[in-house]
Nanobody, 127 residues
Framework: QVQLVESGGGLVQAGGSLRLSCAASGRTFSTYAMGWFRQAPGKARRFVGAINWSGGSTYYADSVKGRFTISRDNAKNAVYLEMNSLKPEDTAVYYC????????????????????WGQGTQVTVSS
């Protein structure tokens, strides 16, 4: 069982930066790949990026590649989403999610493979 709590959302001007944090409970955090997803008003939830258990491998949606960076600290049971050069179209509720991987490397980009979800944190980018 893993419980996830996001924080760090807020209102920022276009071109600005925000850092989201996701705190996880549970002693097996390092066995989970972690993903970030977002849901804009009136739209389906979309994949943003993911990181493998060690933090050595990451993958991003084209829409955020080069602007967003995912990292994790297994000693602190935390994963982070650094967002730079924010655009109004980045406005959404951002969710972190945990995918049980066990000994399998890598991560998934499809939300159906993510078993645990946080409650989300709102990010609003003004133009």
């Amino acid at each position: 069982q893993v419980q996830l709590v996001e924080s760090g959302g807020g209102l920022v001007q276009a071109g600005g930066s925000l850092r989201l944090s996701c705190a996880a409970s549970g002693r097996t955090f390092s066995t989970y790949a972690m993903g970030w997803f977002r849901q804009a008003p009136g739209k389906a939830r979309r994949f943003v990026g993911a990181i493998n258990w060690s933090g050595g491998s990451t993958y991003y949606a084209d829409s955020v590649k080069g602007r967003f960076t995912i990292s994790r600290d297994n000693a602190k049971n935390a994963v982070y989403l650094e967002m730079n050069s924010l655009k109004p179209e980045d406005t959404a509720v951002y969710y972190c999610a945990a995918e049980p991987r066990g000994v399998r490397p890598g991560f998934s980009t499809a939300e159906l493979f993510y078993e645990y979800w946080g409650q989300g944190t709102q990010v609003t980018v003004s133009s």
